[in-house]
């Protein structure tokens, strides 16, 4: 079917065009793995020949940038396609290779972020991370050793993060998708196929631990046990004395459930070489049995895609919780997570295929840090110069497996002794002699390995070295000694070594320089303390392994961010953050970047501060008890104004209302102002300046005689005698 929408870009993410010929386009996607696109492409077509190039990219519907990595030719009679396949451009970070000295050997007390930080810059921040959960810190071992992927890889699976690629952000969860709302598959509704498979080879009820150098938790506080793991613990006789967990192992609640008389526990192995807290160890082993306490449980759907024709209907998501009902194929509302989906989204025939899990699938980011770490197994042998105990491990099965696998030819030379001779490489040799033991993989021209009387030559050594009794590397004061008092370098006599550790584990160095410290009892008097928890003076100040500080009393200079402030008085000159509230709810005061408000006890806005940047105007605004404005003050460029929404009123209770400069009354009626004429200033003065004039000018003293005759109005009632003359008034 034609792509209108898939869009194709260059190596520097310049786009080219959109991908008009690209059909079957499938997207898989999973939990914590790989995302990978895949589309056919006629390679007669526009797109094949100009558009798509190796290391090239496209972007689909979700804005998702991938890597155009293989380009698969097929002919089939005179058809010609290619096949195209790409990556997520997350997967770029396994080209960026981690500098040798940014490698981190052993570390205490990490904080994810402190990690996403270098690899952030170990890929010159062409990829960040934005981290959405509060994760515990952690011990790190070997960290950085491969690639930028590896390193992720690493982080993953030590915080039990998942991840969320956003192009070159990546998210990191504790769990991605919705853990809320679960998506359902049911019959009859969008399940077109289904398959259900539940596993209990890896079922584990009682687990054992071990950590680093084969130590256990044995002699650990029970304190330290949730009631349920004390509980179970307690039914087993021996297994808790005196307060303290005497075995190395956790019981499942299931374990009466699984277990029968002939098995009564099914046992599992929790081994964590680069652990060294016990509590941490019991931690992991927790999560461990969780995982394991319950059989491994597999549904792979065909499910329709409802959303593409019903825009209410909600599209799946990875890492989303679902639940499946299929009665007949014995799921009845199985609780699980979306791991791995496969779509198709733009195609409105071809429907999406999910599995659904209760455990982590395999990951291909594992996968690919597996291939590099391959490449360093001798390198990987040795951590610091501490022998890693399963990596031995895993080295000697193999050299059985050789050994078991070889074709060896016994030959007694004239000279003497005996020559093990590998029939499928002669090269390869091993002689014994009354003088030792040699091994050559040259045909005897060198030696790779000896035992003799004077000592054992060997380019590597596997394994534990035995019990000595001293152990000097050196001579005179240059000296580097192992003995029964312990370690000394610097000097011939231990005590006045200048670097020394004795059997009680005290340490006297001149200077010291640490990556990392776990100290758990300590005075400095210069330098920073890092640490999971700080406590001085016995509480009067205190940080916990979460970050949270409590001071008797304190100065800060420079700047303090908060997302919250509770409690107390702040004293200072400028505080600069995105919101202040003077309580969360009721009557209070809200300032933030767009203005302030208050509140009434009600939580209802009564007054607002602010600007309009659109109108350019600031002012106030005024409302009633229930939110309804009732007038504001602003100003404009030239004015000030006074708005009432409903009336408006200007009084003043013991003073006077001055108004200031000329006054400007717009059409409508003044009414209620009631003024005596001395009350408005000058008005007497000048009314009697008026009427002397107009008694100048019209010359009041004047007088004349006017001359009426008799007349009735025509009524001989209403006569009114006339027929005189009459004088005027002057005044």
Known sequence: MPNPTLQVYDKGLWRTGTLIDAYNIERRRRLNSDYELSFL???????????????GHVRDERGQYYVINTRQRQRDKKKLTAQITCTHVMFKMNDYKVPYDEYIDEAYGIHISTLLNK??????????????????????????????????????????????PD????????????????????????????????????????????????RTWVGMSADNLTAEERSLLQSVPGAIQNGKVMVNYLLSPYVNYWGSNSVPYFDGENIQQDIEDPVELLKST????????????????TAADLHKIDREERAPDLGDAAAAYDPKMEMNRIAMRIVELTEYPYSIDQHSKVTLANFALKDDIDLLADLEKSRKVMENLLSGGRIRTEVFESFARQAIIDIDNSK?????????????????????????????LGISTDGWRTVRAAITARGILAETIIGQLGSFVSMLIGSGNNITQINTNGIAAGH??????PFRVDMQGNVVANRLTANSANIYSSNFMNGAIVGSSINIGNGVFTVSQYGHMVAQSGEFRGNIRASTIEGGTINGSTIIGASIKTALYGERIELDPYGFVFYDAYSTRRVTLGTNQVAGISGHTYYDSSGLSLGLIYANPGELHVMGNRSLRLGANGGIIYL?????????????????????????AELNSLRDEIRRKADLSHTHTVYLPSHNHGNTQNQNWGDRTFTTSSA
């Not at 200031?660 to 008005?683: D, R």
């Open 660 to 684: 200031q400069g000329p006054v400007h009354f717009t059409s409508g009626a003044v009414t209620g102002i009631s003024l005596g004429i001395g009350e408005v200033t000058g008005l007497r």
């Open 286 to 301: 927790r999560e461990e049995l969780r995982k394991k306490e319950m059989p491994e449980l597999e549904i792979t759907i």
């Open 119 to 164: 690899i952030s810059a170990w890929t010159g921040n062409r990829f960040t991370f934005q981290i959405h959960d509060t994760f515990d810190m952690w011990d790190i071992k070997d960290f950085g050793r491969t690639t930028a992927l590896a390193a992720l890889n690493q982080v993953i699976n030590t915080f039990k993060a998942e991840i969320r």
């Open 492 to 497: 011939a006599n231990f005590n006045s070594a």
């Open 408 to 436: 060896t030819e016994l030959i007694y030379p004239p000279e003497g002794g005996i020559l093990a001779q590998e029939k499928t490489n002669p090269l390869e040799q091993v002689r014994i002699t009354s003088k030792g």
């Open 167 to 214: 192009n070159f952000v990546i998210h990191i969860h504790k769990k991605i998708g919705s853990q809320t709302e679960r998506y359902e598959y049911r019959t009859k509704k969008n399940i077109i196929s289904d398959s259900f498979k539940d596993d209990s080879t890896n079922l584990v009820t009682r687990m054992y631990a071990h950590m680093k150098d084969g």
């Open 41 to 55: 492409v006629p390679m007669t077509s526009e797109d094949y020949l100009e558009k798509i190039q190796i290391k």
